[in-house]
């Protein structure tokens, strides 16, 4: 037997045409969206002030399997894609384990992670409709970077609502979203209705990722020529992530191999979604059983802790309700580490696959153990992964220590989002041991249940 590669790439021509839409499989729908102030199910019209228009279709579609990639659109991917394939030999072997792991890296570009696969779709069909201008909002700033590199490739204006602790700890992360042209805002601000609300409330609130898209939706349909855009979540960003498990595949297939378990960390869905797609595909059809684990922290545990509901998308109560799992959007996650997992929602597609049993587990990690399986990883494997990728990290090292025990050989593939270097600060807490593991309370959760619209 020839021995697999360590790192499998696909040539440029490989590149997938199109990207895979999994509700096309899926045999029931996701309850639709409804829109905030009829309670009816929204339309492509409804959403057109607020996302462009060919974005609001990619939103409601549940019918069309293959949706193609515009050549733009791949001309950019061929800059940082194909990504890599990675077989962890150093990992299995510092593990003992029998278990074959890949992973597949989205770290290889300046922003860092995955959210480039779908800033560059949404920049495009904007640019491509005739606008100025984008907001959105940005947590731990992954998306606002890889957001502020799309628009300045196409042209366009871009304002980012950056989280104002966020905005703090990561100063470095700021000034590459201006080196792009992006103009950074810490929020809540007084630039809108929803920031000076919540700041008349909450003086010295840090900020929360739902306030901060409460303010970028706010403005985007106060300016002309402006659109909103949002980095996970919804349907049309998965739709684009699905670039992820289509390489993934395709790949595996080169090396006649197929993943037994398939592991990601959740914040928003995106890149989980993106990543079993394919995969997913194969066991709504029938043709595989893979075993799905979505990762979530343990101090923002929609998916293990949350309720299944509708649920508006933002802290001001300005964006379409969806059915998710949801820990509110009242909710504030205390600060933890991995900013891109704080999100109180979950994308509806892994939200009803969850609820289905399609997605077979979810499992909620505490930071430090989080933490360990980072530096473990970095120092065996090279990368210095983000913390929201090493919430992958360590399940899939649990899943393979599993198999030591057990001696069974499976395949375990998990995605790995990003790179960490903005992450030091975390590092460094975890290095000197402040770093603690918060775990909201019951009492805390109910809070924000308490706080979602009553709709069945
Ligand atoms: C944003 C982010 C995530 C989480 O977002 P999803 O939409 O759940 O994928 C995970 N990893 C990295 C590196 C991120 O930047």
């Given at each position: 037997m020839t021995k697999i590669p360590y790192k499998t790439y696909l040539s440029e021509n490989e590149l997938p045409k199109a990207w895979y839409n999994v509700r096309a499989d899926m045999k029931e729908q996701h309850a639709p969206m409804l829109h905030p102030g009829?309670?009816?199910?929204?339309?492509?019209?409804?959403?057109?002030?607020?996302?462009?228009?060919?974005?609001?279709?990619?939103?409601?579609?549940?019918?069309?399997?293959?949706?193609?990639?515009?050549?733009?659109?791949?001309?950019?991917?061929k800059m940082y894609r194909p990504s890599p394939l990675v077989r962890a030999y150093c990992l299995e072997e510092a593990l003992g384990t029998p278990a074959h792991i890949y992973y597949k890296f989205e770290g290889n570009n300046t922003s860092g992670s995955h959210k480039l696969n779908s800033a560059i779709a949404q920049a495009y069909y904007a640019k491509e409709q005739g606008l100025k201008s984008l907001t959105t909002e940005t947590g731990a700033g992954q998306w606002g970077t890889a957001l502020s590199m799309a628009c300045g490739y196409f042209g366009l204006d871009l304002r980012v609502y950056m989280v104002k602790v966020s905005a703090q700890q990561k100063p470095y992360r700021k000034a590459v979203m201006e080196t792009y042209g992006a103009t950074v805002i810490p929020s809540p601000s007084d630039t809108t209705e929803a920031g000076r609300k919540i700041l008349a409330e909450f003086p010295d609130t840090n900020g929360s990722l739902g306030c901060a898209i409460s303010e970028a939706v706010?403005?985007?349909?106060?300016?002309?020529?402006?659109?909103?855009?949002?980095?996970?979540?919804?349907?049309?960003?998965?739709?684009?992530?699905?670039?992820?498990?289509?390489?993934?595949?395709?790949?595996?297939?080169?090396?006649?191999?197929?993943?037994?378990?398939?592991?990601?960390?959740?914040?928003?869905?995106?890149?989980?979604?993106?990543?079993?797609?394919?995969?997913?595909?194969?066991?709504?059809?029938?043709?595989?059983?893979?075993?799905?684990?979505?990762?979530?922290?343990?101090?923002?545990?929609?998916?293990?802790r949350g309720v299944y509901g509708y649920d508006f998308c933002d802290t001001g109560k300005v964006t379409p309700l969806a059915k998710m799992y949801t820990l509110g959007s009242g909710f504030m996650p205390s600060s933890n580490h991995a900013g891109g997992l704080r999100?109180?929602?979950?994308?509806?597609?892994?939200?009803?696959?969850?609820?289905?049993?399609?997605?077979?587990?979810?499992?909620?990690?505490?930071?430090?153990?989080?933490?360990?399986?980072?530096?473990?990883?970095?120092?065996?494997?090279?990368?210095?992964?983000?913390?929201?990728?090493?919430?992958?990290?360590?399940?899939?090292?649990?899943?393979?220590?599993?198999?030591?025990?057990?001696?069974?050989?499976?395949?375990i593939l998990f995605g790995l989002t990003g790179t960490g270097y903005f992450d030091m600060a975390a590092y460094m807490a975890f290095h000197e041991g402040s770093m603690a593991d918060y775990i909201p309370t019951d009492a805390e959760l109910q809070k924000g249940f308490a706080g979602m619209p009553k709709i069945d």
């Open positions: 009829t309670l009816q199910p929204v339309s492509v019209a409804d959403l057109e002030p607020v996302f462009c228009t060919e974005l609001a279709k990619q939103e409601l579609d549940e019918t069309n399997r293959y949706i193609e990639i515009p050549e733009e659109i791949r001309n950019f991917y706010e403005a985007a349909v106060a300016t002309d020529k402006c659109r909103y855009v949002l980095g996970s979540v919804l349907n049309q960003v998965l739709l684009h992530q699905s670039i992820i498990g289509l390489e993934s595949k395709a790949a595996m297939e080169k090396l006649e191999e197929y993943p037994d378990v398939i592991i990601g960390c959740a914040g928003g869905g995106s890149n989980l979604g993106g990543l079993i797609a394919p995969f997913m595909g194969d066991k709504l059809t029938g043709k595989a059983n893979p075993y799905f684990i979505a990762v979530e922290p343990a101090s923002c545990p929609s998916l293990t999100y109180h929602g979950m994308s509806p597609i892994v939200s009803k696959l969850y609820h289905d049993g399609y997605l077979d587990e979810a499992r909620a990690v505490e930071q430090t153990k989080v933490f360990e399986a980072a530096t473990q990883f970095a120092k065996v494997e090279g990368i210095l992964p983000a913390p929201e990728s090493a919430h992958a990290i360590r399940v899939a090292i649990d899943e393979a220590l599993a198999c030591k025990e057990t001696g069974e050989e499976k395949t």
